[in-house]
């Protein structure tokens, strides 16, 4: 049974800067693909960014180039979001994510069936 529990999320204002932190619980997930998604409302849920085992391999959506960063520690069983530079399109609820396969991989998936552990979700909200 895996857990996992966003923290991080709130209100900032445009241009503002936020770090989401995802902590995992009932297994070590040292070897599996973490994930962000995002879901705003009426809209399909998308990604935003995956690290792979070893944080070596990291893919993000083309509109968080340069503004997202994602990292992991394995010590901790924990994914980061660092977000930098919102603009109010970056509201959504965040979601953290676990690859369903274990594997030393090299490769982080995009979609969504790749993923069997969710967590529950945290709003970030931009707006002045």
């Known amino acids: 049974q895996v857990q996992l529990v966003e923290t991080g999320g709130g209100l900032v204002p445009p241009g503002g800067s936020l770090r989401l932190s995802c902590a995992a619980s009932?297994?070590?997930?040292?070897?599996?693909?973490m994930g962000w998604f995002r879901q705003a409302p009426g809209t399909e849920r998308d990604f935003v960014a995956g690290?792979?085992?070893?944080?070596?391999?990291?893919e993000y959506a083309d509109s968080m180039k340069g503004r997202f960063t994602i990292n992991r520690d394995n010590a901790k069983n924990t994914v980061y979001l660092q977000m930098n530079s919102l603009k109010p399109e970056d509201t959504a609820v965040y979601y953290c994510?676990?690859?369903?396969?274990?594997?030393?991989?090299?490769?982080?998936?995009?979609?969504?069936?790749?993923?069997?552990?969710w967590g529950q979700g945290t709003q970030v909200t931009v707006s002045s």
């Open positions: 994510a676990v690859q369903i396969v274990a594997g030393y991989s090299y490769s982080v998936p995009r979609d969504m069936s790749s993923y069997g552990y």
């Open positions: 690290v792979n085992w070893s944080g070596g391999t990291t």
């Open positions: 009932g297994r070590t997930l040292s070897n599996r693909v």
